[in-house]
């Protein structure tokens, strides 16, 4: 199991904008997911790196923008109008196996590779 690297989080005021960085080196999918305090790590978006097909947990629909550089190796995750309840750890995961193309990969269990978390706190 390879770590991967988030970076990026920190305190925002609502509506204000951030984005998420994590190294993407050699995955089929890199995939963001959220936790909450006292809730359960959640899906928030997914992009495959080459063909850049990406989707998103409905509530991540408009606001959440997943995309790649290639040439960087890295994937980032642009957070728009943030809200109060976009505070959480944010975390970068990686998939190893094989992904046929059109399968959303939305589940932990879907990916091999995690980032240790990032920090998202925003203030009212």
């Known amino acids: 199991q390879v770590q991967l690297v988030e970076s990026g989080g920190g305190l925002v005021q609502a509506g204000g904008s951030l984005r998420l960085s994590c190294a993407a080196s050699?995955?089929?999918?890199m995939g963001w997911f959220r936790q909450a305090p006292g809730k359960e790590r959640e899906f928030v978006a997914a992009?495959?790196?080459?063909?850049?097909?990406?989707c998103y947990a409905d509530s991540a629909k408009g606001r959440f923008t997943i995309s790649v550089d290639n040439a960087k190796e890295r994937v980032y995750l642009q957070i728009h109008s943030l809200k109060s309840d976009d505070t959480a750890v944010y975390y970068c995961?990686?998939?190893?196996?094989?992904?046929?193309?059109?399968?959303?990969?939305?589940?932990?269990?879907?990916?091999?590779?995690w980032g240790q978390g990032t920090q998202v706190t925003v203030s009212s």
């Open positions: 995961a990686g998939r190893d196996r094989p992904s046929p193309s059109g399968t959303c990969y939305s589940t932990p269990y879907d990916y091999d590779d």
């Open positions: 050699g995955r089929s999918v």
């Open positions: 992009i495959s790196p080459i063909g850049s097909s990406t």
